[in-house]
């Protein structure tokens, strides 16, 4: 059973960057088809797409994200981590990382086959 765990600073404070792990335990991330992805959900503007990094490790992004977002991966770890610079309190949401077979699922949370938990990543002095 694949499982997915974010992990990283619950606080940080505003202009620096962000960085969010998510741990993949079950399977690999290099197996074929899939795809791992960051989104994101505050009570302001609900579900959000960062970006996503492919099978084969192709990085790509929403048009609002892909100035400030940076998705990576280690093969060795299983792990892949979201990077965001120069954070505001409007980055201030639950960070989820997800997996699935699609390439373009983006904000529709059904497209995805597995989620982790979610972490609260707050932006404040």
């Known amino acids: 059973q694949v499982q997915l765990r974010e992990s990283g600073p619950g606080l940080v404070k505003p202009s620096q960057t962000l960085s969010l792990t998510c741990t993949v335990s079950g399977g690999s991330i290099t197996a074929s088809n899939y795809y791992w992805s960051w989104l994101r959900q505050s009570p302001g503007k609900g579900l959000e797409w960062i970006g996503s990094?492919?099978?084969?490790?192709?990085?790509y992004y929403s048009a609002s994200h892909q100035r400030r977002a940076s998705i990576s991966r280690d093969t060795i770890k299983n792990q892949f981590t979201l990077q965001l610079t120069s954070v505001t309190p409007e980055d201030t949401a639950v960070y989820y990382c997800t997996g699935g077979d699609k390439p373009s699922a983006g904000a529709n949370w059904d497209a995805y086959d597995y989620w982790g938990q979610g972490t609260q990543v707050t932006v404040s002095s």
């Open positions: 990094i492919s099978y084969w490790g192709n990085d």
